[in-house]
């Protein structure tokens, strides 16, 4: 997760993150990238039923009801474990969390154990009931997806009146007074849509947006040719960084992120390098303070099944269930070799990834994608956009100190 508002427009600096001691326990949500401890920020796929049919869906959700989902119960003991495991953040997710009844019993659980709880959702759900009763419950946040305007955005979901859902959706969570933002995962058919999706920040006054590249996982899979050339990445990324910009010179600041892609850091960077040398400074130390991927550290995801993965993407690989053995004891058993490998993936990255001067920032990008184009989990990210001189030392990284 990169901050582009954060780092580009200069709303966080080095010195913000240090007054809290860089403890997840400590820090403000905005600034949890930059933690030292890294414990993870949980993502729970609560259930696999969706009332869409997303083409790019990485849980392959679908609209009936499956039996071998946690229970109640069972997610209460699981939001036990990470509230004594010190987890900042519990994010709901589905299919379409929603869709569960008891969405609002186990979140209003989440919040009384000191958890800040957040959703992910299709939005078509948030009745001005539901958005009330989430403003009850004390959500922190409440994420919508929102892959372009209406006629891109109702293709990519397969339904018909999607977006109009959606925006009634957040239309209720701004009434109710909840923090709303959206989602958006960028590919050819909708790379050309991102401006208006700027246009909608500003007309419906929405705090925030995260840009999502894509990642090739559950239906994603079957959308690799339609991801974004390494050109049509560095166009996109400079629209979202100018659009960004663009709102802050005029009074209205928005926070604007990217997801999923780890060179948008260095990218940033260095763009910054040529435009501001002494803000670039500052970035390139909070850059390192964010470490770049944290699949299977500083992010992990726990299935409708109570299976434990590295991420929300990396479906096939499980650390063991929470049905049998605490979240907590699963992501600290170093016995499995992958979880090894992965809290200190630095060390085993294979190619232009293990010479890269970047590999401190972004510590080999995603390796869901490496696997899915490769084979290899430790092979090169095909979605890295920089270039060999950019990877290259001829660069040069600035010394933070200023030396």
């Not at 929300?312 to 907590?328: A, D, I, L, M």
């Not at 630095?346 to 696997?371: P, T, Y």
Request: proline share 4%.
């Amino acid at each position: 997760m990169i901050g582009i508002s954060k780092l580009y427009c200069g709303t966080v600096e080095p010195s913000d993150a240090l007054r809290y001691g860089r403890l997840s326990s400590n820090l403000p949500s905005h600034l949890l990238q930059f933690s030292s401890d890294k414990r993870p920020v949980v993502v729970w796929n609560m259930t696999r039923r969706c009332n869409l049919k997303c083409v790019h869906c990485y849980a392959h959700a679908k609209d009936i009801p499956f039996d071998n989902e946690l229970t109640t119960a069972e997610g209460k003991s699981l939001i036990d474990d990470l509230a004594g495991f010190g987890v900042p953040v519990l994010l709901f997710s589905g299919g379409e969390p929603l869709t569960r009844k008891d969405l609002p019993e186990l979140a209003d659980y989440a919040v009384k154990k000191g958890l800040r709880a957040v959703i992910s959702t299709n939005g078509t759900l948030i009745s001005k009931e539901t958005a009330h009763t989430l403003k009850k419950i004390g959500l922190s946040y409440v994420g919508i997806s929102i892959d372009g305007m209406e006629e891109i955005n109702d293709r990519f979901r397969c339904v018909k009146g999607a977006f109009n859902a959606a925006i009634q959706g957040i239309i209720n969570c701004k009434e109710a007074g909840i923090k709303v933002g959206l989602r958006f995962t960028i590919n050819k058919a909708n790379a050309d849509e991102i401006p208006k999706i700027f246009n909608l920040l500003e007309e419906m006054d929405i705090p925030r947006v995260c840009f999502y590249h894509l990642v090739y996982a559950g239906r994603g899979s079957n959308l690799v040719n339609d991801d974004l050339s390494h050109e049509e990445t560095r166009k996109a990324v400079d629209i979202i960084i100018d659009s960004t910009r663009k709102l802050y010179d005029q009074g209205k600041e928005k926070e604007v992120l990217t997801v999923d892609n780890h060179a948008d850091g260095p990218y940033l960077y260095l763009r910054l390098k040529r435009e501001n040398p002494e803000r670039a400074k500052e970035v390139l130390e909070l850059l390192k303070m964010n470490e770049g991927n944290n699949s299977g550290r500083g992010i992990g995801c726990v299935s409708w099944d109570g299976s434990v993965h590295a991420d929300q993407f990396w479906r096939h690989y499980s650390f063991g269930n929470v049905k049998e053995r605490p979240f907590s004891e699963i992501w600290t058993d170093t016995s499995n070799s992958l979880m090894k490998k992965l809290k200190e993936k630095k060390k085993h990255m294979k190619g232009k990834c293990s010479v890269c001067q970047w590999l401190d920032i972004c510590a080999g990008n995603f390796r869901v994608r490496a696997e899915a184009m490769t084979g290899d989990i430790w092979a090169p990210d095909p979605a890295c956009y920089l270039s060999e001189e950019e990877i290259s030392n001829s660069t040069r990284i600035i010394p933070v100190t200023g030396d």
